[in-house]
């Protein structure tokens, strides 16, 4: 039996994964040639992709008219600080300010 790997070469290997993309000719020519013209790494444009595919990856499902309605935020939802919220008055409902905009 083999002694376990040293722990700091078990962290080390963990926090990236490596991939191997096989592109067909066209696909490579044109990564290429977008990478040339944003002067971007062909490596960053294709995390881009991958990350832009896994987030609307079920967003597929919708008709193409109405995807952009459901499109996921780019951040996580984030609460307004109290002295941001806005205080009703006394006995002031939020289905009394509806009500009386649909009128």
Not at 24 to 33: I, V
Not at 52 to 72: A, F, G, Q
């Amino acid at each position: 039996m083999s002694a376990p790997l040293p722990l700091w070469y078990r962290k080390r290997y963990r926090r990236a994964m490596a991939v191997n993309l096989r592109l067909s000719e066209d696909l490579a020519d044109g990564l290429r040639a977008l990478s040339a013209e944003t002067g971007r790494s062909q490596q960053d444009l294709a995390r881009e992709a991958i990350a832009d595919l896994l987030r609307c990856y079920r967003l597929r499902s919708y008709p193409p008219e109405v995807r952009h309605l459901v499109t996921p935020a780019e951040q996580p939802y984030t609460p307004l600080p109290a002295h941001l919220k806005i205080r009703l008055p006394e006995g002031v409902t939020l289905q009394n300010i509806l009500d009386d905009m649909r009128q």
